[in-house]
């Protein structure tokens, strides 16, 4: 895709300033869907257009002559706001005539609706995408992204020698580095074919020892490994992000109860790989 306008959810997130910091770059022309102007935290080279992802009208407008769009949603967990705003942008999606769009689930998909209008929401959009635009791309990382030990509830952690997540200490996690995924993203709208669906990975696979030990060689500082429990991780997250959200966040870490679908592993025909290490990244976060 030569020069074009795009559309982006969630500019001002971190995923979706990730995604836009990498348009920029490219030399696209970059269309921010936003609530209200002006729109804190988005890159200063965007164009915000405000829409509601409850007002599939506003989102025509929004999506109105674009050559693509990137769909992020929400940290919404609401049984009456989530899936509906996933309905919404699909109606948009169609009636504005879309030609081209890109779907950054933000994490790992579930392979049927569980129940949870946050996951269900996703589940939603990333089966209908492909009946409501010509070229339609998932994308999803393969675990859990590096940004999130910088994060105000993990980065002061960090700085007092502790890396704590709700992950197995022995399960060896491909951290990605935000900017990677905005890599992958610029190259599926660049694609001539792009595949349905995309998994990216970070260059390693570290066990909680082996990633506490870069951090720790990149900042200069013993920092060890502590797993916590979805719970310890919900009270860590609930200052910055409110109760409901953290709730959410959370239960994603939880274990599947028996007899629950399980997500089979990513084929690896579907998974490209980032190239930014754990090392290199915390070496440039500054100090905790």
């Known amino acids: 895709m030569s020069t074009s306008t ?3 959810h969630g500019a001002a997130g971190t995923q979706g300033a990730a995604i836009v910091r990498r348009l920029v770059a490219a030399g696209h022309r970059v269309r921010a869907v936003v609530r209200r102007t002006p729109a804190a935290g988005v890159h200063p080279q965007v164009t915000p257009a405000v829409a509601d992802l409850l007002d599939p009208a506003a989102l025509v407008d929004a999506y109105l002559g674009a050559d693509a769009v990137v769909v992020q949603l929400p940290l919404v967990f609401a049984a009456d706001t989530a899936v509906p705003q996933a309905r919404a942008v699909l109606d948009a999606l169609r009636k504005a005539a879309v030609p ?36 339609a791309s998932v994308v999803a990382p393969a ?24 992950l197995p200490a022995s399960l060896p996690n491909p951290w990605l580095a935000l900017d990677d995924l905005g890599a992958a993203v610029v190259e599926l709208l660049s694609s001539p074919v792009p595949p349905p669906f995309q998994v990216v990975a970070g260059p390693q696979a570290l066990t909680g020892e082996e990633a506490a030990a870069e951090l720790a060689l990149a900042l200069d500082r013993p920092v060890r490994w502590r797993t916590v429990e979805p719970g310890e991780y919900e009270r860590m997250l609930a200052p910055h992000l409110g109760p409901e959200a953290a709730a959410g966040v959370a239960a994603a870490y939880a274990p599947r109860p028996p007899g629950a679908v399980q997500a089979p592993p990513a084929d690896p025909a579907v998974v490209v ?16």
């Not at 675990?143 to 709700?166: D, F």
């Not at 980032?274 to 100090?287: F, H, M």
Request: charged share 15%; no cysteine.
């Open 143 to 166: 675990s859990t992204y590096m940004e999130n030990i910088a994060a105000p509830w993990s980065w002061p952690l960090v700085g007092a020698g502790q890396l704590a997540y709700p």
């Open 273 to 288: 790989t980032g190239t930014t290490t754990l090392r290199e990244w915390a070496a440039g976060q500054g100090r905790p």
């Open 6 to 8: 795009v559309v982006v």
């Open 100 to 135: 081209r769009v890109v779907f950054n689930a933000g994490a790992a998909l579930a392979p049927e609706p569980v129940g949870v209008p946050f996951v269900d929401a996703r589940v939603l959009l990333a089966a209908e995408l492909a009946d409501a635009v010509p070229h």
